[in-house]
């Protein structure tokens, strides 16, 4: 069994990797430079608005 350490460096490694494919972030308008933050385009927005609406009605 892992112990606390073992677990929260294997969350911590799965949570740096930037697999920005598959969400908001693929699309990208600009990064703001003091945070480094993404921030999205308007078109990533409204998809990703569609998408929480359709799996919210199931």
């Known amino acids: 069994m892992k112990d ?6 294997e969350l911590k ?8 494919h598959t969400d ?3 699309n990208t308008e600009y990064t703001l430079e003091d945070s480094n933050v993404a921030v ?6 409204l998809e990703a ?3 929480v ?3 919210n009605r199931r």
């Open 40 to 45: 999205p385009t308007e078109e990533a927005n």
């Open 49 to 51: 608005k569609e998408w």
């Open 53 to 55: 609406d359709e799996e």
């Open 13 to 20: 490694a799965k949570a740096d990797t930037k697999e920005t």
């Open 4 to 9: 606390k350490k073992e677990l929260d460096e």
């Open 24 to 26: 908001i972030y693929s």
